[in-house]
């Protein structure tokens, strides 16, 4: 708590200091101990990985997320902030990747939702007024535009110069934004950076989200990283290379009790995908995978890997190359791919994997059905058989195959979807960040299967989030950026850092 | 933290599952109200109202079996009614013209079931959600119907044709062996095949039910078609016992047998409930609305009586599960 100021002090008083911020949820601590300060017409630089604590700290600033325990000082003064009316009042506006206008109102409208001019006639809205205020602060942040387009027919970075001029227009003096560059070309780039100059020169500070190392040291006037909830430093862009900023953000531990055995030498050919795109933003992703190998698929958030998995699986079409599976040419619905011998272990297992009302017994055993009863005909009791055989197998908790799987903990329900592959008989198991919202028994227990699966001679392609893990179980990785394959990292590169290294951008 | 490996091991509340526990409530509450009608009345008891009341639930109960798989995949069939009356109408008139019952029934049953097909193409290829694709179907067909009949009446169809509806065999309305026959069909097809079990899965989670390869869009063409084709047998046996065939016939039809679905426990969410419990809830309906004639009370009053049933079947079935979850 005593390093809550980083490095000496630029002005006296920060605008906004958090001491000691922590927030818990089950199972996991978000936030531990975070202190983070805010000064006058800075830009200050977030940094961490995925998971490392960047959205909580940004949800707990805008008063979404309420803390459990620390400090908020605002020039001085000790304040509260428990509701998104508090992070207002103090002027801190949010601009979050997804962009909260109303598509089919106009700029005016959107600026001043909510707070609309009144007309003479009661229940109206004083249409020359709203839109001779937007014009005006439209022209603070030096965006010339008719301000009664509807926003739907607005670019990315048009919508996102609204969102400012939305935060503007409530006297924010705290901008934060999540990752703004994403979305834009080099060009509009330019005109955000110029906005931002402008917007510092007004006196208004900017915590501002990144993976992409040119901005933080183009931009940045300091810089903080995250790591697993934690604060692990706070630097000048001046006083430190690429190099140091990624060590610190790396560097994980994890209880990892099971030791993988790896094959010496990988098995035939499984997977070959050539050349393949899709209409979810990926291109040209080049992969294979041989029996016997559990190779990982990392990069960032939103870097592509879930599309990648689902357009191998046939869950979202594809416009472009091919996927050879044992063999074979496949291109279809998920069906097919089932019925090839292709597993998908989805992200969000609640929502893609199972159907939470009904029993572990139909959940284990809805993708094997055909196999179990090639006559058609269907058969509780021997379902059930097959499902004791699963629970015994999997030492899933679970009082009965008739227990509603909702009911079950979170590593019981992934075990869940993964039998019900069991079952089917897949040759290929797709694991799509296999290891979130699970405890760490169950994690090492995941891991135990995935291995002896793939030393019965599958294979496994795995997404993961935790760079560590990846490490640990995979005999290879390929690593994406911006929908491609950034690089493939043999056994021995595969590190936390040449991982980091591949995946952010260094342009 | 808590190790919530071991929150999860809770002993099994009932070694009977939800749905034969909701099954037994409402063959409970159906009991209830004969024993109420037996004292209220002297006439309910007779062999000839049980009868009655039997026939009259298995007319709904033919058009509710079929919508109940549509609505345990998350869907609804609002068509029914209207195809009943096309189907009645199309089958009248080959009966008329050919003279041959045999072909008036396939034209009817395969009328039914093409109409069923094009709500799942509507619902699966174009992606409308099923309410408005075949709210839309229900006044297609109503459309289709008046412009073909325009204004005319079908009548008088022969003898053998018109046992179907009206006959009896053992002591027994043919409308009745008809009726245990669907039932069992339908209760196999949904608990006894992997196609039922399939549709179950689809109306729990779609999204999951895909990603478990499971192939959504052919089932729910099957499920359409099976509801379609289900208001193609009930237009038979309109046409069967009423001995005529009017463009009109199909409105009184449809919101009834949505009542018998829901007062039978499926849920319009999906993925919950037995074409049994339906059977039970076209008991419940047709009962009251017996009753109430056995007891004089105005038909006007039945609507009001119907809403009521349903509103608190529902709201008992969500208490009842709310509390099993």
């Known amino acids: ?507 | 933290m808590t190790d919530i490996s071991k929150e999860a091991i809770v002993p099994p509340r009932s070694f009977l599952s939800q749905d034969a526990i909701q099954v037994f409530y409402r063959l409970l509450a159906a009991l209830l109200i004969c024993a109420v009608l037996a004292v209220l009345s002297d006439s309910f008891l007779s062999l000839g109202n049980i009868l009655n009341v039997l026939r009259q639930a298995s007319l709904t109960f033919f058009i509710a079996s079929g919508l109940t798989l549509v609505v345990l995949t998350a869907g609804l069939d609002l068509s029914v009614g209207a195809n009943v009356a096309l189907s009645a109408c199309i089958a009248g008139t080959v009966i008329h013209k050919t003279g041959s019952p045999a072909l008036g029934i396939l034209t009817g049953l395969a009328c039914g079931g093409i109409v069923g097909l094009l709500n799942g193409v509507m619902v699966t290829a174009l992606r409308i959600p099923s309410f408005i694709a075949t709210y839309g179907m229900l006044w297609v067909l109503n459309g289709l119907t008046y412009w073909y009949m325009a204004g005319e009446t079908l009548h008088g169809f022969p003898a053998g044709f018109r046992q179907i509806g009206s006959g009896y065999l053992f002591g027994l309305p043919i409308p009745v062996y008809l009726l245990l026959v669907f039932l069992g069909i339908g209760t196999l097809f949904a608990q006894r095949t992997i196609w039922g079990q399939e549709i179950y899965a689809i109306g729990a989670n779609p999204v999951a039910a895909r990603l478990s390869g499971i192939p959504v869009a052919r089932r729910l063409l099957l499920v359409y078609a099976v509801s379609g084709t289900m208001a193609g047998l009930a237009s038979i046996i309109f046409l069967s016992r009423l001995n005529s065939a009017e463009a009109d016939i199909g409105e009184s039809l449809t919101l009834p047998a949505i009542a018998a679905v829901l007062i039978g426990g499926t849920s319009l969410f999906g993925g919950v409930g037995t074409v049994f419990g339906t059977f039970i809830g076209a008991l419940i309906l047709t009962l009251v609305l017996n009753g109430m004639n056995l007891l004089s009370v105005s038909a006007n009053w039945q609507p009001l009586v119907t809403g009521i049933i349903v509103i608190l079947a529902v709201w008992l079935d969500m208490k009842t599960r709310r509390r099993a979850q």
Not at chain 1, 326 to 352: F, Q, V
Request: proline share 4%; charged share 25%; hydrophobic share 45%.
């Open chain 1, 1 to 507: 708590m005593s390093d809550a100021l980083p490095i000496e002090v630029t002005s006296p008083t920060p605008l906004l200091e958090l001491r000691g911020i922590s927030k818990e949820f089950p199972g996991v601590k978000a936030l531990d101990d975070v202190s983070f300060a805010v000064f006058p017409g800075e830009v200050h630089m977030l940094l961490g990985e995925n998971g490392a604590g960047k959205s909580s700290l940004m949800k707990v600033l805008c008063g979404a997320y309420s803390a459990d325990a620390g400090e908020f000082y605002y020039k001085g003064q000790k304040v509260a902030i428990g509701s998104a009316a508090d992070a207002q009042k103090l002027g801190i506006a949010v601009i979050f990747q997804e962009f909260s206008l109303v598509p089919h109102l106009d700029i005016a409208q959107n600026i001043f939702l909510g707070r609309e001019p009144k007309g003479r006639i009661p229940g109206t809205i004083d249409r020359r007024k709203i839109l001779a205020d937007a014009k005006r602060v439209l022209g603070t942040i030096g965006f010339d535009i008719d301000p009664s387009t509807i926003v739907d027919k607005l670019g990315v970075a048009q919508q996102q110069m609204v969102e400012i001029a939305k935060a503007i227009s409530q006297n924010a003096r705290i901008l934060v934004m999540d990752e703004p560059t994403a979305a834009l070309s080099d060009r509009e780039t330019e005109l955000l950076f110029a906005l931002i100059a402008r917007l510092k020169a007004d006196g208004v500070s900017i915590v501002y989200i990144s993976h992409r190392m040119a901005e933080v040291f183009a931009l940045g006037d300091r810089i903080t990283v995250l790591r697993d909830g934690r604060r692990i430093d706070g630097v000048r862009p001046a006083d430190v290379t690429p190099d140091q900023l990624v060590r610190m953000m790396v560097g994980r531990t994890v209880d990892m009790t099971y030791p993988r055995n790896f094959a010496d030498k990988p098995g035939e050919l499984l997977l070959e995908v050539k050349g393949l795109s899709s209409s979810t933003g990926i291109s040209d992703i080049n992969i294979e995978v041989r029996r016997g190998e559990i190779v990982g698929l990392c990069g960032l958030v939103g870097s592509g890997r879930s599309e990648v998995a689902r357009a191998i699986f046939g869950a979202d079409p594809v416009s472009a190359g091919e996927i050879i599976f044992d063999g074979k040419t496949i291109s279809g619905e998920p069906d097919l791919a089932a019925r090839r011998g292709i597993a998908l272990i989805p992200e969000s297992r609640k929502s893609e994997g199972l159907a939470l009302l009904r029993s572990v017994s139909d959940n284990l055993v809805v993708s094997a059905l055909r196999k179990l009863f090639p006559s058609g005909l269907f058969d509780q009791r021997s379902a059930q058989r097959t499902s004791d055989g699963l629970i015994r197998q999997l030492r899933i908790a679970t009082p009965s195959a008739r227990q509603t799987v909702g009911l079950l903990s979170g590593g019981n329900q992934q075990k869940v979807v993964i039998g019900k592959w069991l079952a089917a008989g897949s040759k290929l198991f797709i694991f799509d960040e296999p290891t979130r919202g699970i405890d760490i028994g169950a994690k090492s227990e995941i891991f135990a299967l995935i291995d002896r699966l793939v030393a019965e001679g599958a294979a496994a392609l795995m997404i993961s989030s935790e760079q560590v893990e990846i490490c640990h179980v995979c005999d290879r990785a390929y690593v994406m950026r911006e929908g491609r394959i950034a690089g493939h990292l043999t056994r021995n590169e595969l590190t936390e850092e040449n991982i980091v290294r591949l995946g952010m951008h260094h342009a």
